[in-house]
């Protein structure tokens, strides 16, 4: 009887063959990594609800201003951070370098720049508190500055290790496109 595909096999314990069960690096790589970016697009989205919920309430007068204070001014373009959210969120089906790059970016623009920005645009009243004991804008009772600061430090560490990420896993795509080209 003859093999249909050419020359039988020498070996008949499945050895000739254990390359095409192992996985290449940069797919495990990828899974990974997409897991640890879903995760913190979860958290970014979080944050984001947060942020737009007090600028809701606020806008919409849902609550007495002494309840929920006025939004900060960073809080307003901070709220264009799901514009790289969703980019993420679209490029890790497909690995879709495009969006993932567009995400990268907007990342700094729309999340990081805000925070910044925030940071210093909150550092005299914050100083004021630490020095004098006085709050003027209060979130449930809570110095509004202290909350905010709070969110923010926590948002940072998000977007740092988003970006970080995010980063790593386009090196990992990119080097798999590369390995394609060179077959």
Known sequence: MTFRGGSRPTSINGNDYKYKERIVPHYQMSVALKSEVRKFNLVHLLI???VAAQVAVSHFNLVSPDTVSAP?????PYLLSLLPLLCSSL????????????SM????LFSV???IYGGMEMFPVAQQLYRHGKAYRFIFGFSAVTVTYLVMVIAVQVHAWQL????????????????KKKK
């Open 91 to 102: 490029s890790l089906p497909k690995n879709n370098i495009s969006y993932l790059v567009i």
């Open 72 to 76: 900060y001014h960073w809080e307003y």
């Open 164 to 179: 970080y990420y995010m980063k790593k896993l386009l090196d990992s795509w990119f080097n798999a496109t590369q390995e």
């Open 113 to 115: 720049a805000p925070l």
């Open 105 to 108: 970016i907007s990342s700094g």
């Open 48 to 50: 984001w609800l947060l």
